[in-house]
Antibody, heavy 119, light 111 residues
Framework: EVKLVESGGGLVQPGGSLRLSCAAS????????MNWARQAPGKGLEWVSY????????YYADSVKGRFTISRDDAKNSLYLQMNSLRVEDTAIYYC????????????WGQGTLVTVSS | QSVLTQPPSVSAAPGQKVSISCSGG????????VSWYQQQLPGTAPKLLI????KRPSGIPDRFSGSKSGTSATLGITGLQTGDEADFYC???????????FGGGTKLTVL
């Protein structure tokens, strides 16, 4: 069974940092491209970042570029999102999502972890 | 405001059918595959309904269908059930921006 479990969320002050983790199981993690997406309270889904299976290709939404860093550790079957210079508008539930083995689609999602940026 | 435009809400009676549109541009829908997601409650994990414009993952009933024409895509749902009430999102890659785009979401109400 494919499972994605996020952790690392919490309350942080504006300008602070957090590191989110996503533990993957039930599939060969190293073969898959991975993503982070988020959903602010009362808002729609927003894609945040993508990393290829090799880690050589990485993309970010403009809203987080230069502040967030995506990475992966295939030995630990884990995906990470380092979030620096956090802003109030980064408050959201953060999901990790696996790229489907096809041109499009995120076929598995974690349950999400809540990040709250507030003073 | 999202680059991909969806109607904020649609509604229909049980047993009826509904279509949800997703309008984009030449660098996103016009050039790339579209996927659709169902989110039963905000804050819960979305579920993939349609990928590669019109393919259904295993376990998704054939009441759900997807199509694409030019720079627009459509999700169709037939035989509506009260359990179908949810928020629906389209998504695609934008080749010019090198980002994944989500539509703003459409809330389905089954009256």
């Amino acid at each position: 069974e494919v499972k994605l479990v996020e952790s690392g969320g919490g309350l942080v002050q504006p300008g602070g940092s957090l590191r989110l983790s996503c533990a993957a199981s039930g599939f060969t993690f190293s073969r898959y491209e991975m993503n982070w997406a988020r959903q602010a309270p009362g808002k729609g889904l927003e894609w945040v970042s993508y990393i290829s299976s090799s880690g050589s290709r990485i993309y970010y939404a403009d809203s987080v570029k230069g502040r967030f860093t995506i990475s992966r550790d295939d030995a630990k079957n884990s995906l990470y999102l380092q979030m620096n210079s956090l802003r109030v508008e980064d408050t959201a539930i953060y999901y990790c999502a696996r790229d489907a083995d096809s041109p499009s689609g995120f076929d598995y999602w974690g349950q999400g972890t809540l990040v709250t940026v507030s003073s | 405001q999202s680059v991909l435009t969806q109607p904020p809400s649609v509604s229909a009676a049980p047993g009826q059918k509904v279509s949800i549109s997703c309008s984009g541009g030449s660098s996103n829908i016009g050039k790339n595959y579209v996927s659709w997601y169902q989110q039963q409650l905000p804050g819960t994990a979305p579920k993939l309904l349609i990928y590669d414009n019109n393919k259904r993952p295993s376990g998704i009933p054939d009441r759900f269908s997807g199509s694409k024409s030019g720079t627009s895509a459509t999700l169709g749902i037939t035989g509506l059930q009260t359990g179908d009430e949810a928020d629906f999102y389209c998504a695609t890659w934008d080749s010019s921006l090198s980002v994944v785009l989500f539509g703003g979401g459409t809330k389905l109400t089954v009256l």
